[in-house]
C-alpha cells in the first residue's frame, strides 16, 4: 500500500496542479507585464508554505470528519477514492473544462466508505456542500462589486502601474488563499500516505522536504496543463481587461479565504469563474459570453454525482477484498 500511495499522492498533486494551478496561471498570465515565471514562483511557495502558515484544518475533513479515522480499512478507501477523483477530473481537464477536484474527491470519498461499510458523515458532506455551493456565489457578487468600483477608477498615466501591483497582491491572495483552502486536498492524501509509511493511523504532518517536492509536482502539472487551460471555456466567458482580472482574483481569494475560517473546502476554480462572470456583468449581463458558461456549469454539476457513483463501485471492491 505504501508503493501505491506514493504513485497515487503523486499522480494527485500533478493532477491537482493541472487543473487548479493551471487555471490560475492562465488567468494570471493575462496581465502580461508581470512574468510568468513570477506568478508561478508566487503560487508554488504559496502551496509550500501552507501548513506552516495556516495548519491542517481543512485537511481533516476529508481524512476526519467525513469518514471514520479510526476505521482501518480509512488509508485504502482514501486511496482508491482518490484515483477514482483523479480519472475524473483528468478526463474533463484534458478538455480544458476545469472542475472542482475537491467535489470529486469528496463524492468518491462518501460513496466509498458508504459501499465498504465504513463510517460516513453525510451531514458533514451536507454542511460542506452547502459552503461549496455559496461560494462562487459570493465570489460572483464581489466580482460584480470590485468590477464595479475598479471601472470608476480615474484614468490618468499611473493606472497601469497600480494595476499591475494591485494585481501581485491579488494573485498573492488567491495563491495564499489555495494553500489554505482547496489546494489541502494534497496535504490531506500525502499526510495519509506518510501515516501509511509509518505504519500509523490517520493523517500525518508534512515535513519540509514533503512539501517542497508535493510543490514541485504541483507547479510541474500546472506548467504541463496550461495552454490547454487558456483555451478551455472559463477563459472564453469575457474579454479579458487588466481590472477585470484583478477583480476576478480578488473576489475569489475573499470567497476561498472565508470558508477556510470554516473549515469547509471549497473549490478555487469555481470562485475564479464566479468572479470572472461578476467582473464582466459589472458593465452589463451581455459582457457575458454565456455559451462559455454552459460546459463549466456542467462539469460542475455532473462532478459529485459520478464522483459519488465511482465511489460506491470501488468501496464495494474494497468491501469484496477484505
Avoid at 472565508?258 to 456583468?281: D, E, K, R, Y
Amino acid at each position: 500500500m505504501v508503493a501505491g500511495f506514493a504513485v497515487v499522492a503523486a499522480a494527485f498533486v500533478f493532477v491537482c496542479g493541472a487543473n487548479d494551478g493551471a487555471a490560475m496561471l492562465a488567468l494570471a498570465a493575462r496581465h502580461r507585464e508581470v512574468p510568468l515565471w513570477a506568478v508561478l514562483a508566487l503560487l508554488v511557495s504559496a502551496v509550500a508554505a501552507g501548513p506552516a502558515i495556516f495548519g491542517l484544518a481543512v485537511a481533516r475533513t476529508f481524512t476526519e470528519r467525513l469518514i471514520d479515522p479510526a476505521d482501518p480499512r480509512g488509508p485504502l478507501i482514501v486511496l482508491v477514492a482518490v484515483a477514482s477523483a483523479m480519472l475524473l477530473v483528468a478526463a474533463l481537464t484534458w478538455r480544458g473544462v476545469p472542475t472542482s477536484i475537491t467535489l470529486a474527491v469528496l463524492g468518491a470519498l462518501a460513496g466509498a466508505a458508504t459501499t465498504a461499510g465504513a463510517g460516513t458523515s453525510w451531514s458533514t458532506l451536507g454542511k460542506v456542500l452547502v459552503v461549496a455551493a455559496a461560494a462562487p456565489f459570493v465570489g460572483g457578487g464581489l466580482g460584480l462589486l470590485l468590477g464595479g468600483l475598479a471601472r470608476r477608477l480615474p484614468t490618468t498615466h499611473r493606472l497601469p502601474g497600480v494595476l499591475r501591483a494591485v494585481h501581485v497582491v491579488a494573485f498573492t491572495g488567491q495563491s495564499l488563499a489555495y494553500a489554505a483552502n482547496d489546494g489541502q486536498k494534497m496535504f490531506a492524501v500525502a499526510g495519509v500516505g506518510m501515516a501509511v509509511a509509518r505504519g500509523a493511523p490517520g493523517m500525518r504532518a508534512l515535513g519540509w522536504p514533503v512539501l517542497v517536492a508535493l510543490a514541485v509536482t504541483f507547479g510541474a502539472g500546472a506548467v504541463a496543463s496550461l495552454r490547454r487551460m487558456a483555451r478551455g471555456a472559463t477563459f472564453g466567458l469575457l474579454s479579458m481587461r487588466p481590472w477585470r482580472l484583478v477583480s476576478a482574483e480578488l473576489a475569489a481569494a475573499a470567497a476561498v479565504f472565508g470558508s477556510a475560517g470554516l473549515g469547509a473546502p471549497v473549490s478555487m476554480t469555481q470562485s475564479m469563474a464566479a468572479g470572472l462572470v461578476g467582473a464582466g456583468a459589472s458593465q452589463g449581463v451581455r459582457r457575458v459570453r454565456w455559451q462559455f458558461a454552459r460546459p463549466v456549469v456542467l462539469a460542475w454539476l455532473v462532478t459529485l454525482p459520478i464522483a459519488i457513483l465511482l465511489g460506491l463501485g470501488v468501496g464495494g471492491l474494497v468491501r469484496a477484498s477484505g
